[in-house]
């Protein structure tokens, strides 16, 4: 199954990614993602949430901080990463209604059609967004990489079950692109994978959400006897 957001990453949003760690991530969504369903769900049933380690017949083995820097390039110190889904609107920065902050910070407000409580659809943010215009100013080129930003987001760290909608809790972030490099992306991703796992593990959940291309990526790294021919661990 090939994963990847959908929006080509264009040379003018790479300063913010670099600025917001996020450029090594970005780089590995855009040369494409193919899913080993069969091998990553082999792991995921041997995953153990009392331990929160994968139970092999030789051993345990789980997926630490050194392993999210090296194989996605992300932060795993710094300020905590946090948000809320169900009462999204009571914390926006301001008391501002939190379809004011989006318009102002991407310039443009999707069609109530496109929308789901505090949720966009991808296919929106792809036809929206997919290509910034060619000779853009400024400010056009920072909505056009918080909106890139905030696909990165939900679709590859953060991702629901579905992989089909952006929530907009993510606003606080993208409004402070030179902030976004003092966050732990890492270890934010990585315990929602962890949770995601768990969740999986305790309630016969039938589809995986979160990081996988950490999860696959991680696998190949650790256990070369799975590693598909041409598979480059350094890439």
């Not at 049933?45 to 051993?59: D, K, N, Q, V």
């Not at 079950?161 to 990585?190: D, T």
Request: aromatic share 16%; proline share 6%.
């Amino acid at each position: 199954m090939q994963r990847q957001q959908g929006m080509p990453l264009d040379e003018c949003y790479v300063p913010y990614l670099q600025m917001a760690g996020l450029y090594h991530l970005a780089r590995l969504n855009d040369s494409g993602f193919r899913l080993d369903e069969p091998i990553v769900s082999a792991f995921v049933e041997r995953w153990r949430p009392e331990t929160h380690t994968f139970h092999m017949p030789f051993g345990e083995y789980t997926i630490t901080f050194q392993d999210v820097a090296y194989q996605l390039g992300l932060a795993v110190d710094g300020r905590y990463v946090s948000g809320c889904l169900t009462d999204f609107h009571m914390y926006i920065e301001g008391g501002r209604p939190a379809w004011v902050w989006f318009e102002e910070l991407l310039g443009v407000i999707p069609p109530p059609s496109q929308v789901q409580k505090f949720a966009v659809n991808c296919t929106w943010f792809q036809e929206t967004f997919g290509e910034c215009p060619e000779g853009a100013d400024e400010e056009t080129v920072r909505r056009f990489a918080r909106a890139y930003i905030m696909m990165l987001l939900g679709t590859q760290l953060f991702a629901d079950k579905s992989g089909n909608h952006i929530h907009i809790r993510w606003l606080p972030y993208v409004a402070r692109l030179e902030e976004m490099g003092s966050y732990s992306w890492g270890s934010a991703a990585l315990a929602w994978l962890y949770w995601c796992m768990c969740r999986v593990a305790n309630r016969h959940v039938v589809k995986l959400a979160g990081p996988l291309q950490l999860l696959q990526s991680w696998i190949f790294w650790r256990f070369s006897r799975f590693r598909p021919a041409g598979y480059d661990t350094c890439s």
